[in-house]
């Protein structure tokens, strides 16, 4: 979502702010600004670039925040944009989240006779500070954040008290990076690495009072609270492009590296097992498993779907998908033998968040599978797998998707060999998860022809995919790539369903991406696209390595080599992240941040 960066020190801080932007702005990017203390607000719509155009020279001071904005409240405009001001132009906030109450406290406000120029909450959260100011920031935050019903980041800075930035959590993450010159906070470890590797992460209901040699960390009411310094484990490198035109192919081109570092350490071969670490007091919960619920949004969520599939047929644990926009808000049968399992690339996703913690007040046991350490997600589940996927900045989520599947795979092993899963199997998955990166590599390799089949593609307006078992979600995954990566409507279907509705859309300018593994329902899917031809629709296919029969059916096929039935979907959907990744870049589109969206959704 939107990004916040502050620095307190002795170093002059405006281009260090407008740095730290630009390492947040794939969080956001319709607008920015900051503010330093004796300067005043900047601020610019569009990217970052606009806003480091407009700060012609540098701005002397040694403090300041800043911030990077996707829109909720009022459109992308300049007044829209942070850090916003108090009535009397002493007070800046910048602010990450949503206030729920801020009409009310608008209404409020108005009668007071303070007028708004912003169609945001954050105004109305500034003015609020403003009007509890009197002479002392964290005081006048303290009272606020009592008045004040929502989720939010945020940091605050006053002209009378230059030396000092406050902030606040409360269900909008935030970090504070201890500097020998000073410190940081900023909404994302990502931003803080360049500068130091040690942090502080915030937990909701914490706020923290900054200054350029020390920082107090206390509960709103004031209370003092302890907090221990952690180590960021990864460089600044791995958040670089490497040569890459997008972090999007980088990302891409880094899935067998990021497989491997998911495998790292985990894989017991001669036992076949699995080791996880961080589930091994919970293995008698897991294997013991009525029902595991799998929640997620987006791309995590598919993931989740394939795993249901990996989940029932190997380790014989019924499992259901929810959304977790969906589950957080509906009827949960409770069952003290079923557990919540989140699945999340940021650990930050509001709704998976919210659905964690519901079934934490259920009495269920929660787990995830998160790639940035230190996350809220990561944080509050009683125990988890981390991805190890390394740092991932485009937009749309490839190898932690990818790497989230080969993490099921492995929670399949390791509840399997509890439960059904013989040794033979066992060792037969382990060796099948250790061939994958090579099996990508020959994926990747494909890339030009990838790229060819791409042009040819590029002029269609809409797409279906198809598949069957573990491939029906993968449909859905590839056909929401191509949707927010090129902007063409692209829907996902099961093979089985088409006949139900979606055939009638097909003709000649209706194309259809089908998967078609050799697997136990080959046979089912290759009816379908005879069933697609008969209609004239152009149909892609992605096929096993040799498999004449498709290729006699269908107008393009990319090949992929036949593997392990369990690591198939992972090896078939990597070149459809290409296929759009190439639609995206023909169309002239900036692939890493597709309009409207944002990495990680921290509001409901
Ligand atoms: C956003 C991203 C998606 C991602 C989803 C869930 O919509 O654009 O790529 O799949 O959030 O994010 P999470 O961080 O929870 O995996």
């Known amino acids: 979502m939107c990004g916040i960066f502050g620095y307190i020190g002795t ?6 702010l407008v740095e730290g932007l630009r390492t947040l702005e794939y969080r956001g990017y319709d607008s920015a600004g900051i503010y330093v203390p004796g300067y005043g607000a900047v601020k610019a719509v569009g990217p970052i670039d606009n806003l480091a155009k407009k700060i012609k020279e540098t701005i002397p001071g040694t403090s300041g925040i800043a911030h990077t904005r996707w829109a909720t409240h009022g459109a992308p405009t300049e007044t829209n944009a942070h850090p916003h001001t108090d009535q009397s132009g002493s007070i800046f906030v910048v602010h990450n989240g949503i206030i729920e109450n801020y009409t009310l406290l608008k209404e409020g406000l108005k009668v007071q006779g303070i007028t708004f120029e912003s169609d945001t909450d954050t105004e109305v959260l500034t003015k609020l500070i403003g009007i509890n100011y009197s002479g002392d920031l964290l005081e006048a935050v303290q009272r606020t954040l009592r008045m004040v019903q929502g989720t939010y980041g945020l940091a605050v800075m006053s002209e009378h008290e230059p030396e000092k930035i406050v902030v606040a959590r409360m269900g909008s993450p935030l970090v504070i990076g201890i500097c020998e010159d000073g410190n940081i906070i900023a909404s994302d470890p990502s931003a803080i690495v360049s500068h130091t590797k040690d942090v502080i992460y915030l937990d909701d209901g ?15 009411e004031g209370r003092g609270r302890e907090k221990t310094t952690e180590k960021i484990e990864w460089d600044l490198e791995e958040i670089k492009k490497d040569g890459y035109d997008h972090y999007l192919l980088k990302e891409i081109m880094e899935i067998p590296k990021a497989i491997e570092n998911t495998l790292r350490g985990r894989l017991i071969p001669d036992k076949g097992r699995v080791k996880l670490g961080g589930l091994e007091k919970h293995s008698d919960k897991l294997s013991g498993l009525h029902r595991l619920t799998i929640v997620g949004c987006g791309s995590a969520a598919y993931a989740g779907e394939v795993g249901r599939y990996i989940l029932e047929e190997y380790a014989g644990v019924p499992t259901t998908v929810e959304l977790a926009s969906e589950y957080r808000y509906r009827t949960n049968l409770k069952d003290s033998k079923s557990a919540v399992l989140a699945i999340s690339q940021s650990g930050e996703t ?19 599978i998160v790639n940035v350490v230190g996350s809220t997600i990561a944080r509050e589940n009683d125990a988890g797998v981390y991805n190890h996927a390394g740092p991932e900045v485009s937009i749309a989520s490839t190898k932690a998707v990818i790497s989230q599947i080969t993490v099921l795979i492995m929670l399949a092993v390791f509840i399997g060999r509890e439960r059904k899963m013989s040794l033979e199997d066992g060792k037969d998955i382990i060796e099948a998860l250790q061939s994958l990166p090579k099996e990508i590599e020959k994926v990747l390799e494909q890339r030009e022809e990838i790229e060819k089949i791409a042009k040819k593609y590029a002029q269609f307006q809409n797409f279906v995919f198809i598949g069957r078992n573990n491939h029906s979600p993968l449909a859905s995954e590839a056909a929401l790539k191509l949707k927010e990566i090129t902007y063409i409507h692209a829907e996902g279907y099961p093979g089985g369903e088409l006949k139900h509705g979606p055939i009638a859309l097909l003709d000649e300018k209706f194309p259809v991406v089908a998967f078609a593994p050799q697997d ?11 069933e697609i031809k008969a209609r004239k629709a152009p149909v892609l296919a992605i096929a096993n390595t040799g498999d004449d029969q498709v290729s006699h059916l269908v107008d393009d096929v990319i090949y992929v080599p036949k593997v392990h039935p369990i690591i198939q979907s992972i090896v078939s959907i990597v070149p459809t992240y290409l296929l759009a990744y190439y639609i995206g870049i023909e169309k002239g589109y900036n692939v890493d941040r597709p309009r409207n969206l944002a990495k990680s959704v921290t509001v409901e």
């Open 206 to 220: 914490d706020m923290a009072l900054i200054e350029k040699d020390s920082y107090q960390i206390m509960s709103f």
């Open 520 to 530: 136990h329902v080959y046979e089912k899917i290759v009816s379908n696209i005879e």
């Open 11 to 16: 170093r002059t801080a405006s281009p260090i």
């Open 350 to 368: 509001a709704d998976t968040l919210a659905a964690i913690r519901l079934a934490k007040k259920q009495g269920l046991g929660t787990f995830g």
